[in-house]
């Protein structure tokens, strides 16, 4: 983060520097050329005076002299640093006078000499097809150090009659005008070779560089390496071609890092060139309580983030996690759960509550109706389709229970087997129909017969078998008793209409002992014993009384079957 924000940081600085810098070269370029064009001006205006020019062209005419120097002495005034110059091309003579007004009575300093290197500017000037050069320029002869507003004097044929101007205290200049003071920003202007024309450092300032050769000139390449010598000479191409233009570029001077705007100024025919520090004008060190403030805002937006995501959606997922497991392992039945969410997690969790108590009560449902299809089926196993009384293997628990229940107690319990007479019969001459109609019949009446604690079961076939609680030998015979009574009584009509009397066989016994097998033999034996005497009767096991045998044949009443 800190390294994101610190680039940030330094491309606004660079685009602010940028806008900056363009700024700062059209600011410098008019503060300088606004006090040299002034200069340049009003050097054009002397040149071109005709009192001077008339001068020139008979140089040695006393009072065409007279009359020049006055008019040179007019001008001195309204130049900046209060001096102006003339050389005359003919005869070399060198007129200069200050502010001071030195040498108001002898303004004819000196001859210049052709061979003379300190007066080659003047020979190189006449030379060249030129009408301004701004020469900076050590005054041998005069001492002074100026740069020096060189104007031609042309006759009116064209011919170069002389160079008229002034010089401008570079000092001054150079503290006024181009050292601007500020910290970080420096100014200097360059002519198309690069020579340094002005800048605060006079040492760098490459002096006459217009007499000199290429290569001998104090230029750009001393503060620049040649990469960026290069670049910005490609630049100073293109602002001329665009005088109105600014163009910057990064450059590097004694190992750090400046931005160079660059725009050219056609009046002088020179470059201006203002170089920014950036570290010195912007550091970046200055971002750095900002870029503070922001890393721990943006640490305490994470922070604050990350507890509400906890606090709102990770901690209800992780319940909800758990409950989900719990709910899996038959642990959570959709109790409400103590999470803190809302929005989107907070209806998740609701559902999932709603659909845990969906599922339970839709699996109560079932273990519910589960439970009441097992009971229908366990009595379904125990009970007779038919008749609906228990079936063998319904009577064989009964029996067991209650006979180990006697042998507790000390009671007896009566078992009674009764098998109907010439059932078979009725099957045969009246149908399988009737056979079951008349063993439905068999079981009203043992249900009308019973009590509400006896239990009556269909053994199998036409065989019943009833357990009788609580039974004594005299209770087990009028229930036997009854039951034949009951029985003979009952009409069963057949399908075709005919109606059939039964009677059935009965032996009993009554049971003290958890055996159920002897006891059931013991009851068997008696109906055997009832069917031998036979039938429409009851034997008690162990009962001497003789019953007559008597045998009925199911038959059609009022018909006479045997
Ligand atoms: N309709 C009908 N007949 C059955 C059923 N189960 C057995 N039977 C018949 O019942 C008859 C039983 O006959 P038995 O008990 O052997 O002989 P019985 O004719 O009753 O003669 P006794 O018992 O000696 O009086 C057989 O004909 C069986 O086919 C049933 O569920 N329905």
């Known amino acids: 983060v800190w390294l994101a924000v610190q680039t940030l940081a330094d491309r606004i600085i660079t685009e602010w520097a940028q806008r900056y810098v363009e700024k700062q070269v059209l600011y410098d370029k008019e503060r300088v050329l606004q006090p040299l064009l002034r200069e340049i001006v009003l050097a054009r205006q002397l040149a071109s005076s005709p009192i001077l020019l008339e001068w020139l062209q008979s140089p040695g005419d006393i009072v065409l002299e007279y009359r020049g ?123 198309h070779e690069g020579a340094i024309q002005l800048y605060r450092d006079q040492s760098m300032i490459d002096f006459a560089s217009y007499t000199k050769d290429a290569g001998e000139s104090s230029d750009l390449g001393r503060m620049l390496g040649a990469r960026d010598q290069a670049r910005l000479k490609l630049v100073m191409e293109q602002v001329q071609k665009t005088p109105n233009e600014v163009m910057s570029r990064f450059v590097e ?48 937006a994470i922070l604050i983030f990350q507890l509400v995501l906890g606090r709102w959606v990770v901690e209800p997922l992780s319940v909800l996690d758990k409950a989900i497991r719990a709910f899996r392992h038959g642990e959570y039945r959709g109790e409400p759960l103590d999470v803190h969410a809302s929005g989107e997690v907070g209806r998740l969790v609701n559902e999932f509550e709603q659909m845990t108590r969906e599922v339970y009560e839709a699996r109560a449902n079932l273990e519910e109706k589960v439970r009441e299809r097992t009971e229908a089926l366990n009595q379904l196993s125990l009970t007779d389709a038919l008749t609906g009384l228990l079936n063998r293997r319904g009577m064989d628990q009964k029996i067991m229970e209650e006979l180990k229940r006697c042998e507790r107690e000390h009671r007896a319990l009566g078992l009674v087997w009764i098998d109907l007479d010439y059932f078979k019969d009725i099957n045969d001459i009246y149908g399988h129909g009737a056979g079951d109609d008349a063993l439905v019949l068999v079981s009203k009446v043992l249900r009308s017969v019973l009590r509400e604690y006896d239990s009556a ?33 009952q009409v069963l009509e057949s399908a075709s209409g005919a109606k059939i009397c039964m009677t059935f066989s009965i032996g009993a016994c009554l049971a003290h002992r958890a055996d159920p097998e002897e006891a059931l033999h013991r009851a068997d034996a008696a109906l055997y014993a009832a069917k031998e005497a036979g039938r429409n009767r009851y034997r008690i096991d162990g009962d001497s009384a003789n019953h007559p045998p008597t045998r009925i044949r199911p038959r059609p009443v009022d018909s006479d079957l045997h």
């Open 69 to 191: 120097l006055r008019e040179l002495e007019r001008y001195r005034d309204a130049f900046r640093n209060g001096n102006y110059f003339l050389a005359v091309a003919e005869n070399g003579h060198y007129y200069y006078n200050n502010a001071e007004n030195e040498f108001g009575a002898d303004q004819l300093r000196y001859i210049l000499n052709r061979r003379e290197p300190s007066d080659r500017w003047f020979y190189e000037f006449l030379s060249q097809n030129r009408d301004l050069i701004i020469n900076v320029n050590p005054d041998v002869h005069l001492g002074v150090t100026k740069m020096w507003i060189d104007i031609m004097v042309r006759g009116p044929d064209g011919r170069p009659l002389g160079v008229a101007g002034t010089g401008i205290n570079l000092s001054g200049f150079l503290n006024d005008i181009v050292d601007t003071g500020e910290e970080g920003i420096t100014s200097l202007f360059v002519n």
């Open 253 to 300: 001077i004694d190992g750090k890092r400046y931005l160079a705007g660059l725009a050219y100024l056609p009046d002088v025919d020179w470059y201006e060139i203002t170089l920014m520090d950036l570290d010195q004008l912007l550091p970046l060190s200055r971002f750095n309580t900002i870029l503070l403030v922001f890393a721990v805002s943006l640490l305490l």
């Open 457 to 489: 079961a269909r053994w199998g076939g036409d065989e019943f078998l009833i357990m009788l609680r609580d039974a004594e030998p005299q209770m087990l015979k009028s229930i036997c008793e009854r039951l034949l009574r009951v029985v003979r009584a």
